[in-house]
């Protein structure tokens, strides 16, 4: 979050996009490891155990797919953000160059 933060303008938008990236990281790891949980539970044949995480991981799974519709938009209006202060940086290095 650091990193973006000192290479982007505080904007709403990219911090938008940035925070919905850390909890996709955050989902991706949780539905890593209730996969795994899975797996060993009915490994042990604990299949009430394996039931309840298998309802847990469809949740991760639910959430993980409403922040990829959220970030869709959000993704959007950074990037248009980045385009728009990339075509600005350029204007105001070709004024610098000419001033020199």
Same mark, same amino acid.
């Given at each position: 979050?650091?990193?973006?933060q000192k290479s982007c303008r505080t904007t709403s938008e990219v911090l938008d %996009? *940035?925070?919905?990236a850390a909890?996709?990281?955050v989902e991706?790891?949780?539905i890593a490891a209730y996969g795994t949980l899975i797996a060993f539970a009915d490994l042990l044949?604990?299949?009430q155990h394996a039931s309840l995480l298998r309802q847990t991981l469809?949740?991760?799974? %639910? *959430?993980?797919e409403k922040?990829?519709?959220l970030s869709q938009d959000v993704n959007?209006?950074?990037?248009?953000?980045?385009a728009g202060e990339s075509e600005q940086g350029k204007s105001q290095s070709g004024k610098r160059g000419r001033a020199a």
């Open positions: 979050m650091k990193k973006v %996009a *940035a925070l919905i909890a996709q990281r991706h790891y949780e044949g604990e299949s469809d949740e991760e799974k %639910a *959430a993980d922040l990829t519709e959007v209006a950074a990037n248009d953000l980045g």
